[in-house]
Protein backbone atom coordinates (compact mmCIF):
# COMPACT_ATOMS: atom_id res chain seq x y z
CA UNK A 1 0.00 0.00 0.00
CA UNK A 2 1.46 3.57 -0.82
CA UNK A 3 2.40 5.93 2.20
CA UNK A 4 0.77 9.17 2.32
CA UNK A 5 3.22 11.10 1.23
CA UNK A 6 3.30 9.22 -2.21
CA UNK A 7 -0.08 9.65 -2.52
CA UNK A 8 -0.17 13.43 -2.53
CA UNK A 9 3.47 13.52 -4.97
CA UNK A 10 3.29 16.27 -7.84
CA UNK A 11 6.26 14.54 -9.08
CA UNK A 12 7.88 17.74 -9.71
CA UNK A 13 5.22 19.57 -11.70
CA UNK A 14 5.09 23.46 -11.68
CA UNK A 15 2.19 24.98 -9.86
CA UNK A 16 1.46 28.80 -9.75
CA UNK A 17 0.36 30.21 -6.75
CA UNK A 18 -0.47 33.85 -6.26
CA UNK A 19 -0.51 35.91 -2.58
CA UNK A 20 2.27 33.62 -1.51
CA UNK A 21 4.46 35.85 0.36
CA UNK A 22 1.65 35.70 3.12
CA UNK A 23 -1.13 33.92 4.57
CA UNK A 24 -2.86 31.08 2.61
CA UNK A 25 -0.89 31.75 -0.09
CA UNK A 26 1.84 31.20 1.06
CA UNK A 27 0.71 28.40 3.39
CA UNK A 28 -0.19 26.74 0.37
CA UNK A 29 3.32 27.29 -1.39
CA UNK A 30 5.04 25.69 1.54
CA UNK A 31 2.32 22.61 1.71
CA UNK A 32 3.18 21.82 -2.10
CA UNK A 33 6.59 22.54 -2.02
CA UNK A 34 6.68 19.45 0.72
CA UNK A 35 4.54 17.47 -1.52
CA UNK A 36 6.66 17.49 -4.31
CA UNK A 37 5.90 20.40 -6.44
CA UNK A 38 8.19 23.20 -7.80
CA UNK A 39 5.94 26.49 -7.56
CA UNK A 40 6.03 29.82 -8.49
CA UNK A 41 5.34 32.38 -5.96
CA UNK A 42 3.26 35.15 -7.06
CA UNK A 43 2.89 38.35 -5.46
CA UNK A 44 3.69 42.40 -5.73
CA UNK A 45 6.31 42.44 -3.22
CA UNK A 46 9.73 40.70 -4.30
CA UNK A 47 11.52 41.07 -1.38
CA UNK A 48 8.96 38.58 0.44
CA UNK A 49 8.70 36.46 -2.05
CA UNK A 50 12.37 36.01 -1.88
CA UNK A 51 12.26 35.15 1.82
CA UNK A 52 9.18 32.50 1.05
CA UNK A 53 11.08 31.29 -1.76
CA UNK A 54 13.75 30.72 0.52
CA UNK A 55 11.52 28.57 3.07
CA UNK A 56 10.90 26.09 0.88
CA UNK A 57 14.06 24.91 1.18
CA UNK A 58 15.35 24.36 -2.54
CA UNK A 59 16.52 26.61 -5.84
CA UNK A 60 13.90 24.43 -8.02
CA UNK A 61 11.42 27.62 -7.09
CA UNK A 62 10.43 31.06 -8.65
CA UNK A 63 9.40 34.24 -7.81
CA UNK A 64 6.89 36.05 -9.87
CA UNK A 65 6.27 39.49 -8.52
CA UNK A 66 3.26 40.39 -10.17
CA UNK A 67 0.50 43.18 -9.80
CA UNK A 68 -3.16 41.23 -10.62
CA UNK A 69 -5.02 44.22 -10.96
CA UNK A 70 -2.75 45.21 -13.84
CA UNK A 71 -4.51 42.96 -16.42
CA UNK A 72 -2.91 43.07 -19.41
CA UNK A 73 0.21 41.97 -17.83
CA UNK A 74 -0.39 38.60 -16.71
CA UNK A 75 -0.34 36.52 -20.00
CA UNK A 76 2.75 38.01 -21.10
CA UNK A 77 4.46 37.14 -17.53
CA UNK A 78 2.99 33.30 -17.97
CA UNK A 79 4.34 32.87 -21.08
CA UNK A 80 7.72 34.15 -20.45
CA UNK A 81 7.57 31.51 -17.44
CA UNK A 82 6.57 29.06 -20.07
CA UNK A 83 9.77 30.07 -21.32
CA UNK A 84 12.05 29.40 -18.41
CA UNK A 85 10.36 26.85 -16.58
CA UNK A 86 8.86 24.46 -19.27
CA UNK A 87 5.20 23.84 -18.89
CA UNK A 88 3.42 24.06 -16.07
CA UNK A 89 0.39 21.39 -14.30
CA UNK A 90 -1.33 23.98 -11.70
CA UNK A 91 -2.78 27.25 -10.43
CA UNK A 92 -3.69 28.61 -7.21
CA UNK A 93 -5.38 31.75 -7.21
CA UNK A 94 -4.96 32.62 -3.41
CA UNK A 95 -4.49 36.53 -3.43
CA UNK A 96 -7.29 38.31 -2.75
CA UNK A 97 -8.46 41.79 -0.94
CA UNK A 98 -11.11 42.67 1.39
CA UNK A 99 -12.32 46.68 2.29
CA UNK A 100 -15.12 46.60 4.97
CA UNK A 101 -17.84 49.14 3.53
CA UNK A 102 -21.31 49.99 4.88
CA UNK A 103 -22.83 49.98 1.61
CA UNK A 104 -22.95 53.70 2.01
CA UNK A 105 -20.18 53.90 1.94
CA UNK A 106 -19.45 50.96 -0.89
CA UNK A 107 -18.44 52.82 -4.33
CA UNK A 108 -18.12 51.11 -7.49
CA UNK A 109 -14.48 52.06 -7.03
CA UNK A 110 -14.37 49.88 -3.73
CA UNK A 111 -16.19 46.57 -5.06
CA UNK A 112 -14.43 46.77 -8.76
CA UNK A 113 -10.87 47.00 -6.81
CA UNK A 114 -11.93 43.86 -5.14
CA UNK A 115 -13.02 41.99 -8.40
CA UNK A 116 -10.03 43.41 -10.09
CA UNK A 117 -7.63 41.13 -7.87
CA UNK A 118 -10.15 38.41 -6.25
CA UNK A 119 -11.76 37.81 -9.45
CA UNK A 120 -10.59 38.81 -12.94
CA UNK A 121 -6.85 38.63 -11.85
CA UNK A 122 -7.77 34.89 -11.10
CA UNK A 123 -10.05 34.79 -14.79
CA UNK A 124 -7.24 36.23 -16.64
CA UNK A 125 -4.26 33.56 -14.71
CA UNK A 126 -6.17 30.74 -15.82
CA UNK A 127 -6.90 32.02 -19.38
CA UNK A 128 -3.25 32.66 -19.45
CA UNK A 129 -2.01 28.69 -17.85
CA UNK A 130 -4.64 27.10 -19.42
CA UNK A 131 -3.35 27.98 -23.42
CA UNK A 132 -2.64 24.49 -25.31
CA UNK A 133 1.46 25.93 -25.07
CA UNK A 134 1.41 26.64 -22.08
CA UNK A 135 0.12 23.76 -19.30
CA UNK A 136 1.29 20.14 -19.86
CA UNK A 137 -0.27 17.77 -22.30
CA UNK A 138 -1.55 15.46 -19.46
CA UNK A 139 -3.97 18.31 -18.14
CA UNK A 140 -4.06 20.05 -14.98
CA UNK A 141 -5.66 21.41 -12.05
CA UNK A 142 -7.27 24.89 -11.14
CA UNK A 143 -7.81 25.94 -7.73
CA UNK A 144 -9.75 28.98 -7.03
CA UNK A 145 -9.62 30.55 -3.33
CA UNK A 146 -13.47 31.38 -2.53
CA UNK A 147 -15.01 32.13 0.78
CA UNK A 148 -18.08 31.29 3.46
CA UNK A 149 -18.80 34.74 2.71
CA UNK A 150 -19.56 33.65 -0.64
CA UNK A 151 -22.50 31.61 0.45
CA UNK A 152 -23.34 33.50 3.89
CA UNK A 153 -23.92 37.13 3.95
CA UNK A 154 -22.10 39.53 6.07
CA UNK A 155 -22.63 43.39 6.80
CA UNK A 156 -19.89 45.58 5.91
CA UNK A 157 -18.28 42.83 3.25
CA UNK A 158 -20.94 43.56 0.30
CA UNK A 159 -17.99 43.79 -2.35
CA UNK A 160 -15.76 40.56 -0.78
CA UNK A 161 -18.84 38.39 -0.57
CA UNK A 162 -20.08 39.27 -4.32
CA UNK A 163 -16.32 38.78 -5.46
CA UNK A 164 -15.84 35.53 -4.17
CA UNK A 165 -19.75 34.15 -5.07
CA UNK A 166 -18.69 34.76 -8.32
CA UNK A 167 -15.61 33.00 -8.09
CA UNK A 168 -17.67 29.71 -6.92
CA UNK A 169 -19.86 30.48 -10.58
CA UNK A 170 -17.13 31.17 -12.97
CA UNK A 171 -15.54 27.49 -11.22
CA UNK A 172 -18.38 25.74 -12.02
CA UNK A 173 -18.39 27.14 -15.77
CA UNK A 174 -14.81 26.38 -16.29
CA UNK A 175 -15.22 22.54 -14.95
CA UNK A 176 -17.38 21.79 -17.57
CA UNK A 177 -15.59 23.50 -20.34
CA UNK A 178 -11.87 22.61 -19.64
CA UNK A 179 -13.14 18.60 -18.65
CA UNK A 180 -12.49 17.87 -22.66
CA UNK A 181 -8.80 18.48 -21.82
CA UNK A 182 -8.55 16.99 -18.83
CA UNK A 183 -8.02 20.44 -16.78
CA UNK A 184 -9.84 20.09 -13.39
CA UNK A 185 -11.04 23.53 -11.78
CA UNK A 186 -12.14 23.93 -8.17
CA UNK A 187 -12.44 26.04 -5.25
CA UNK A 188 -12.02 25.86 -1.71
CA UNK A 189 -14.32 28.11 0.66
CA UNK A 190 -12.47 29.06 3.72
CA UNK A 191 -14.55 30.45 6.87
CA UNK A 192 -12.46 32.62 9.58
CA UNK A 193 -8.71 31.74 9.43
CA UNK A 194 -5.85 33.70 11.77
CA UNK A 195 -4.17 35.40 8.93
CA UNK A 196 -2.50 38.90 9.04
CA UNK A 197 -5.21 40.18 6.44
CA UNK A 198 -7.65 38.63 8.54
CA UNK A 199 -6.46 39.49 11.93
CA UNK A 200 -6.41 43.25 10.29
CA UNK A 201 -10.04 43.12 9.04
CA UNK A 202 -11.08 41.66 12.82
CA UNK A 203 -9.27 44.95 14.37
CA UNK A 204 -12.04 46.96 13.13
CA UNK A 205 -14.56 45.14 14.82
CA UNK A 206 -15.32 45.18 19.01
CA UNK A 207 -14.25 42.68 20.42
CA UNK A 208 -17.64 40.98 21.35
CA UNK A 209 -18.35 40.86 17.05
CA UNK A 210 -14.60 38.58 17.08
CA UNK A 211 -16.06 36.32 19.72
CA UNK A 212 -19.11 36.22 18.23
CA UNK A 213 -17.39 35.43 14.70
CA UNK A 214 -14.93 32.89 16.32
CA UNK A 215 -17.95 30.77 18.30
CA UNK A 216 -20.07 30.73 14.85
CA UNK A 217 -17.26 28.22 14.18
CA UNK A 218 -17.65 24.99 15.95
CA UNK A 219 -14.42 23.66 15.72
CA UNK A 220 -13.04 27.39 16.58
CA UNK A 221 -10.78 29.53 14.16
CA UNK A 222 -8.60 27.73 11.46
CA UNK A 223 -4.93 27.91 10.90
CA UNK A 224 -3.65 28.92 7.10
CA UNK A 225 -2.51 24.82 7.23
CA UNK A 226 -5.39 24.05 7.62
CA UNK A 227 -6.43 25.45 4.16
CA UNK A 228 -3.68 24.51 2.55
CA UNK A 229 -3.93 21.15 2.93
CA UNK A 230 -6.95 21.23 1.56
CA UNK A 231 -5.50 23.17 -1.79
CA UNK A 232 -2.80 20.72 -2.04
CA UNK A 233 -5.50 17.73 -2.20
CA UNK A 234 -7.53 19.24 -4.88
CA UNK A 235 -4.47 20.43 -6.87
CA UNK A 236 -2.68 16.94 -6.33
CA UNK A 237 -2.92 14.51 -9.56
CA UNK A 238 -4.51 11.92 -7.56
CA UNK A 239 -7.61 13.79 -7.17
CA UNK A 240 -7.86 13.02 -10.82
CA UNK A 241 -12.23 12.74 -10.33
CA UNK A 242 -13.02 16.22 -8.91
CA UNK A 243 -13.68 19.19 -10.53
CA UNK A 244 -16.21 21.95 -10.27
CA UNK A 245 -16.48 21.15 -6.52
CA UNK A 246 -16.93 24.17 -3.60
CA UNK A 247 -15.32 22.75 -0.72
CA UNK A 248 -16.40 24.38 2.60
CA UNK A 249 -12.73 24.45 4.85
CA UNK A 250 -14.89 26.63 7.80
CA UNK A 251 -14.48 24.47 10.80
CA UNK A 252 -18.39 23.44 9.90
CA UNK A 253 -19.38 27.00 10.16
CA UNK A 254 -21.92 26.87 7.05
CA UNK A 255 -23.18 23.30 8.44
CA UNK A 256 -25.39 25.35 10.61
Request: aromatic share 4%; with cysteine; proline share 4%.
Amino acid sequence: MADSASFLDFGGRWVVVTGASSGLGRATAAELAANGARVVLVGRDQARLAQAAAELGTAEHRVLPLDLAAHDSIAPAIAALRKDVGALYGLCHAAGIVETRPLTANTVSVVQSQLDVNLLGGLELARAVCRRDVMTPEGGSLLFISSVYGRVGMPGQIGYCASKGAIAAAVRAMAIELARRQIRVNCLSPGLVLTQMTEQALGLLSAEHVDKLKAAHPLGAGQPQDVARAAVFLLSPATRWITGADLPVDGGFTAQ
